[in-house]
């Protein structure tokens, strides 16, 4: 099987300069897929100095579609995204990634609530939070909607201020210390 070429572009946004990297695919919903989604300074996020220096190739055109989304989502225009994701992650963060995908727009839930939708117990809950903190995709795989069981604010790799951010866009006002 040919590697799958991957290719990049960046998008001002109100979180900041997004970077989208994608592989090129003709199955993918404007042919490309796409395989991660940064803000400056995440944690564990990819940086337009690894995009360059991998030799990924720059190409805003075939991002259209999903800066388009994107632009809509930040102007309030927009509550779900119909984004084809590349691969990647083990079976067991797929799962979680998968419970993300369900979440609704302005709603939120507690890392419990997930761990319970994949079928663990209370102490899966750690595991779950690893697998979202993990998660490559911000904003289109809406992991910013997942609270502590207090309804505080807790972990966000792009951030809390920036997970702040996005609930309130949502409606889904939610402060660092609680509800």
């Known amino acids: 099987m040919t590697p799958r070429t991957r290719i990049f572009t960046t998008l001002g946004s109100p979180l900041g300069e997004l970077l989208l990297v994608g592989e090129e695919s003709a199955d993918a919903r404007g042919g490309v897929a796409l395989v991660s989604l940064s803000v400056p300074g995440q944690k564990g996020g990819t940086r337009i100095d690894d995009a360059t220096a991998s030799g990924w190739r720059s190409a805003p055109d075939a991002f259209e579609a999903v800066t388009g989304q994107l632009r809509a989502y930040f102007a309030g225009?927009?509550?779900?995204?119909?984004?084809?994701?590349?691969?990647?992650?083990?079976?067991?963060?797929?799962?979680?990634?998968?419970?993300?995908?369900?979440?609704?727009?302005?709603?939120?839930?507690?890392?419990?609530?997930?761990?319970?939708?994949?079928?663990?117990?209370?102490?899966?809950?750690?595991?779950?939070?690893?697998?979202?903190?993990?998660?490559?995709?911000?904003?289109?795989?809406?992991?910013?909607?997942?609270?502590?069981?207090?309804g505080a604010l807790r972990g966000y790799a792009g951030g809390l201020e920036r997970k702040q951010w996005l609930l309130g866009l949502e409606g889904a006002l939610v402060g660092p210390g609680g509800r």
Do not use: K, M
């Open 77 to 150: 225009e927009l509550t779900g995204f119909e984004i084809d994701f590349a691969g990647g992650g083990s079976a067991f963060q797929q799962r979680v990634w998968t419970a993300l995908d369900g979440l609704e727009y302005g709603a939120t839930v507690s890392y419990g609530e997930i761990a319970a939708r994949i079928g663990l117990s209370g102490a899966g809950v750690r595991a779950v939070g690893t697998a979202i903190g993990r998660n490559p995709l911000l904003v289109v795989r809406p992991c910013h909607r997942v609270i502590g069981a207090d």
